[in-house]
């Protein structure tokens, strides 16, 4: 017999069919079974969802799952159901692993784990360069004929522009899509942080917004050249939105993301050199994050990337510029967003849906993510409270603790995860 | 709050430091040798006040210095803050010398413990002895005074306060009931 | 006073007083016969140096034995990472030993910050990175209000590679802190950007500062930075910023000269500038056993307290 589950009373929030209001969803195996009317089934589970949000599964556009390489900081079971517990139905999983996710066999690797785990999708992005090493083009098209819609060199900008310019002329041909990290590497080096005043008190080496800029500023040159689909990962620059702003306004084919932590935080919150807050690109200033904040609300950016990065606890504890950089976020991204944009009114609950799942999802190319919630769609849902109050804190589902929020009260908490069908997460606890 | 009670006044005091002056020289038979090192805060104004007045009586001139213990107490570590310090300044040489610490209030004793910790560290005095201008019981260490101005009988709750013109503005010594 | 001193903003003005005053104390304890007491009998204070610096750790070696203070040494070039011992592991290995305080010098910005998280006694910041080295510019304020009676309304210039400089940063605050004020000099590559939101002067002409100085600050300028291209050449940089004996003649009558050593004479200072009267570079080695007494004396001086600062 088909199970039958019924969430009640939820407001849906949909951008991709443009609904939102207080409607019941019923879902029938896999897949939603009925909207609105004629969701009474008997002996459905009934899901009491009075004051909850009901919304398409978060799609991520950027996690580091560690698998294979750092499994003491990550697998693909672990960072799945760090995802879950998100909200999250869909991943993509960055390529700079070890060995490095540029060859097809690597991609079925993370994929077969993926599907073992069962608790969200993995999309494997693939990476541009082989072994990320910015000189040699990976083979793109056996990959993107496995299936790779992304392929990134993240962690790392890609120096050359000849590299760069090829590898979006030949992108072409598979219409994939080039996530560059950008950052012009002659301006960061030996960077910790943000350069301002900040990195000149706390006499640390800081990285000038232009290191971003700069690169920023050539990639969409590329793109305008070679025709190809650019997206920018993790902006966190005011400069970098400006321009990213111009070139949609010239009609160019780009997207953009940018991480909860770089809406949520800055510069001024390394005061007492917190290696959870050392991230890259790295915490600009209030007036930087202000701009990204202000260009998600006006979709300059396209889109609400974790850059979920878990490292060792032991790594984090090392000495400030001996600390890698990188927050874990999968766990924290949804409440992080309601809290920093949605409750100063900032954005609203369908365009913070449509930042964390239906443009991802367009942008990863996961039909099955993203909504709309309609009758015969996979049944790839969240639903959760937009006001309960919680405090973050270890443990994580996450192997790793390196959280930016850690310690900080954040509004918003996944209470129902539901992908293809199966609750894996219930009332807020991971079901596997 | 009951007023305080003055057990001596401005003449007492005047009196009681021009005989412990005299007590010193005849028990030094003379001011051959001597020197007086008060302990602030007061101590130091009582010593010169002293040494004037041997001065006065003998002609001679008593060497002063000050000394600040509080390097050498024994309750440090057990306050929230560290005690303030004050100024120590001894500008000779006391060894050989009969030393007379002299100091405003002898209570438990544990000053002048302090003190004489802090005195061996400059030098190595002939004799060390003690002058207070008010003695009021309550010992905890075996030490007693060779000169005092006014034995007080006092409860340990009570405290004895000693005003001296170059710091307070006027002489005289006061009893403060603390539990009133 | 706080806890710890990880930055010269951890020291108010009025701190900063009782520091100094205290510290004349202890330069009268330098004078005595015997020139220890028994203060800090039974603490403990345990050096942790992760870079060579044989002057700062002397100093509070002697200043904690001073003070009858317990020593220990723990010296260690390079990272701990790179030791194969973690810091935190050095930091609870320490805290078992019973230590009171420890007084870290590390390559790294903020390790002292990071210390805090482990141990329950006071932690020092004896120098980290390109942070701060609070104590050296307490000895620095020591050594200007002896010299010239006092801050306010005082006119300092710090000079040299103030980006890479604790000193420069932590001078810099304590002198604006006490009323001073500072302008820093330099080449452009050299100061910190944004540094002027401290509350500093930047000039970038030392000829034009140097006239109207109360205190001529010079900094070390190491050789590495020609090669990192902050400045052409050790040539250009001392014809244009090193404290000549022409530049000299420019300062007012009264003008404290002062380093914080080690010395590069003929980069940063001419050899016969450093030894004029008006250079009281070595008195700022004197002062600083005086002022780091005083700083262990007021931090350790006071009732142990038990709690650890664990931040997560």
New interface residues.
Partial sequence: MTEHTLFRGARVVDPASGRDGTIDVLIEGGTVAAVGGGTERRGATVLDCRGLVLAPGLVDLHAHLRQPGREDKETVETGSRAAAVGGYTAVAAMANTDPVADNAAVIEEVRSLAARAGLCDVFPVGAITKGLGGEEMAEVGEMAQAGVRVFSDDGRCIPSARVLRNALRYARAFDVVIAEHCEDASLSEGAQMHEGLHSSTLGLAGAPAEAEEVAVFRDLALARLTGGRLHLCHLSAAGSVELVRLAKASGLRVTAEVTPHHLAFSDEDLVTYDTNFKVNPPLRTVEDRDALRAAVADGTIDAIATDHAPHAVEEKEAEFDQSPPGTIGLETALAAVLTNLVEPGLISLSRTIEAMSATPATILGAAEHGGPIEPGRPANLVAFDPAADWLVQAPFASRSRNSAFLGKRLRGKVIHTMYRGQLVVADGKAQR | MMAPARLLDDGEIRRAVTRIAHEILERNKGADGLALVGIAARGDDLARRLASEITRIEGAKVPVGVL?I???RDD????????E?????IGFDITGKTVVLVDDVLFTGRTIRAAM??L????RPTSVALAVLVDRGHRELPIRADFVGKNVPTRKDESVRVALQEVDGEDAVYMDDRTG | MNKHLLSINDVSAEDVVRVLDTAESFREVGTRVIKKVPALRGRTVVNLFYENSTRTRISFELAAKRLSADVINFSTSGSSVSKGESLKDTALTLQAMGADAIVIRHSSSGSPYTLTKWVKGSVLNAGDGTHEHPTQALLDLYTIREKLGRFEGLRAAIVGDVLHSRVARSLSFGLLKMGAEVTLVGPPTLIPPDASAWGVQVSYDIDGVLPKLDVCYMLRVQRERQRQQYFPSVREYSRLFGLTRDRVAMLPEGCLIMHPGPMNRGVEIDSDVADLPQAVIEEQVTNGIAVRMSLLYLMLGGAVTEEVSERD
């Fill in positions: 600040d509080t390097f050498y440090i570590g057990m306050r929230a803050e560290a005690p310090v004050h100024e120590t300044r910790d802090a061996v560290d400059f030098g």
